[in-house]
């Protein structure tokens, strides 16, 4: 190799970005050629002149070439500055490009909002959370499916919602979680059943030995009930939605454990009775859930800060 070879320049090392001048920069020196004037751009751009020729002096230096001659009547582009100049005019028509694309995507993944929630929560409390998103958020399209905990967890580890909420006493693996609310389990019966005219609250082991009216195994309800009794909750039916539950025990087929909130209106008209219960931990937290390391966005993101309004 010549030495005229080995003084040709220094050899280009390291990341792109620290040897092209940024967008911001870019784009006053386009203001600074399109306007002929610094402190135009500069207003233009709304930023102060200092900080337009503080800006325009870092570019020179990272690049090693003067581009702006400053003057009394104005600024003008150097040769090399032009030369710059059109070389920035398509880089920034490229970021606008790419901004509009990616605005695009943006659109696209506002324009629906996937949920999936366990059944209490999907009966008793998203439908008003899904009303106020609505206000915000009109032009978003809203598909909702309630299943049991597991089903939740298993529509969003498999990219089928977005969003999801349960009712058990852990977070399902895989997922990330946040508390929204907190419930209590009570038991009922209907009001000719022997409980609801007791004067003593329940034990434990009588409520372990009574056959209930049961969520199917996978509910967050059932796994609260379930580690409450130590595993011995014993079913009389087992059935796959609270209101289903709920018609079984105002039916008069027996006693069932079920959330509170689900229960408000029937125990208010006297259709069930709250019995209590001493030696049992009912209480249990609601969470929202979405996948490990991918925190809710857009609408999703939205509607989780209305279930914490």
């Known amino acids: 190799m010549s030495n005229a070879d080995e003084q040709t320049g220094p050899a280009v090392t390291g990341s792109v ?28 751009l709304g930023i102060t002149q200092p900080a337009a020729s503080s800006r325009i002096r870092s570019m020179e230096r990272q690049l090693g070439v003067a581009l702006v001659d400053r003057s009394p009547r104005g600024s003008r582009l150097t040769d090399a500055g032009a030369l710059v100049t059109d070389w920035a005019r398509r880089i920034v028509e490229a970021a606008e490009a790419f901004d509009v694309g990616a605005q695009a995507l943006r659109d696209r993944r506002d324009s629906r909002l996937r949920v999936a929630a366990s059944m209490t929560i ?27 905990s597991t089903a939740v967890a298993e529509r969003l580890l ?12 852990s977070v399902p693996a895989g997922l990330d979680s946040a508390v929204i609310a907190h419930d209590r389990l009570i038991v009922v019966t209907a009001p000719g059943h022997a409980w609801a005219r007791r004067r003593r609250s329940l034990a434990a082991e009588e409520l372990a030995s009574t056959p ?38 105002v039916s008069g087929a027996g006693p069932a454990v079920l959330s509170e909130l689900a229960v408000g209106e029937e ?43």
């Open 122 to 148: 999907a009966e008793y409390l998203l439908p008003g959370w899904l009303l106020a998103l609505r206000a915000q958020r009109p032009d978003t399209a809203v598909s909702l499916h309630a299943g049991n």
């Open 212 to 249: 209930l009216i049961l969520r199917e195994k996978g509910s967050g309800t059932r796994q609260v009930l379930d580690v409450a009794l130590g595993g011995l909750a014993r079913p009389l039916i087992e059935l796959s939605s609270t209101t289903a539950v709920k018609a079984a025990v």
């Open 17 to 44: 970005a620290h040897r092209v001048p940024d967008l911001g920069a870019l784009e006053l020196l386009l203001a600074v050629a399109r306007l002929g004037s610094l402190g135009g751009a500069a207003r233009e």
């Open 158 to 169: 498999s990219d089928e919602a977005d969003l999801g909420f349960v009712e058990g006493l």
């Open 267 to 309: 125990l208010a008209m006297r259709r069930l009775v709250s019995v209590p219960v001493e030696g049992v931990a009912l209480a249990r937290d609601l969470r929202a859930v979405w996948p490990t390391g991918h925190r809710p966005t857009g609408p999703a993101r939205d509607l989780l800060s209305l279930t914490r309004g």
